[in-house]
């Protein structure tokens, strides 16, 4: 399809790790990325992954890709409640440049 | 980092009235901007794609001759709606990038725009 699909709320206890998914839609895809948003504010770059490789570690954050599947997916380790926001999935389409974006995930830290 | 920054980050207006909003770079010259339009609990929407100097991309569905792009320089590109409707209310995001072949986007902090 023509949509990045991501679940659109996920609810984590403080200190457990929290799992976003992620099914992107163009297998060319150069670069895949992962944003965050907090309310009312624009969206800042968590991390990235280039489309070569299938994994990539910057310390909390674990991003795992697997094109075959077309499926991406954000581990936050050891989650705190500053983590708490909107988290967008999003490809770079190598046709014509653009960043497509998922709906977001809402992620919610339980204490 | 680099930092994009918009103005104002929020503005109501009546119905019938044109906003700008501005976008600028702030510590590097952005070949291409972007923007974006966010409904709440919604994804981003590209709006159009501008380069500068040159006539803004649309993308379909998009109305250009009411959302008026200008990137006159490579630090400042403006979004105007004209003729305002309180459909048009939403939230504004610019995106700015450094070189054709730059893997990052750089985003402003949105403008929430209302329209009464």
């Known amino acids: 399809g023509e949509d990045v699909e991501q679940s659109l709320f996920l609810s984590v206890r403080e200190g457990d790790s929290s799992v976003i998914n992620c099914t992107y839609t163009d297998s060319s895809s150069t670069y895949l990325y992962w944003y965050k948003q907090e309310p009312g504010a624009g969206l800042q770059l968590l991390t990235y992954i280039f489309s070569n490789m299938d994994m990539k570690q910057d310390q909390r954050l674990t991003v795992l890709l697997n094109k075959k599947d077309k499926h991406l997916s954000l581990r936050i380790a050891d989650t705190q409640t500053g983590d708490s926001a909107i988290y967008f999935c999003?490809?770079?389409?190598?046709?014509?440049?653009?960043?497509?974006f998922g709906k977001g995930t809402r992620l919610h830290i339980l204490p | 980092g680099a930092v994009v920054s918009q103005h104002p980050s929020w503005v109501i207006c009546k119905s019938g009235t044109s906003v700008k909003i501005e976008c600028r770079s702030l510590?590097?010259?952005?070949?291409?901007m972007f923007w974006y339009r966010q409904f709440p609990k919604q994804s981003l929407m590209l709006m159009a794609t501008?380069?500068?100097?040159?006539?803004?991309?649309?993308e379909q569905g998009v109305e250009k001759d009411k959302f008026l792009i200008n990137h006159a320089s490579l630090t400042l590109s403006t979004l105007t709606v004209t003729s305002a409707h309180p459909e048009d209310s939403s939230f504004y995001i610019c995106s700015a990038r450094e070189g054709p072949y730059s893997y990052e986007q750089y985003f402003g902090p949105g403008t929430r725009l209302t329209v009464t």
């Open positions: 999003a490809e770079k389409w190598n046709r014509d440049d653009k960043i497509i």
């Open positions: 510590d590097f010259q952005a070949t291409t």
């Open positions: 501008s380069n500068e100097g040159s006539k803004a991309t649309y």
